[in-house]
């Protein structure tokens, strides 16, 4: 059974750092992408930043603040958040997909960023 394990959300002042990590576990199945997603209170959940093999692509609203980055010996995938603005307080969510296109999505944890 495929587990996606999120850590790293919290509370911080506008203008600060956090790191978000998922790690990926109980598939046979080799990772196609990794990605993470956010939903603010009343949004519709969107695409933050997703990374397939070497690429890697951001939204434009966390472009030069935000950077994904993958370990595939450990299938994990973070998140470096940098210069945090109140309209990054969020739930954020991982996604992987494997390979035959399987999805799954991590449980979400929350960032909150204070003003």
């Known amino acids: 059974q495929v587990q996606l394990v999120e850590s790293g959300g919290g509370l911080v002042q506008a203008g600060g750092s956090l790191r978000l990590s998922c790690a990926a576990s109980g598939s046979s199945f080799s990772i196609n992408a990794m990605g993470w997603y956010r939903q603010a209170p009343g949004k519709q959940r969107e695409l933050v930043a997703a990374?397939?093999?070497?690429?890697?692509n951001y939204a434009d609203s966390v472009k030069g603040r935000f950077t994904i980055s993958r370990d595939n010996a450990k299938n994990t995938v973070y998140l470096q958040m940098n210069n945090l603005t109140p309209a990054d307080t969020a739930v954020y969510y991982c996604k992987v997909e494997y390979e035959l296109l399987h999805e799954y999505w991590g449980q979400g944890t929350q960032v909150t960023v204070s003003s």
């Open positions: 990374i397939t093999g070497g690429r890697s």
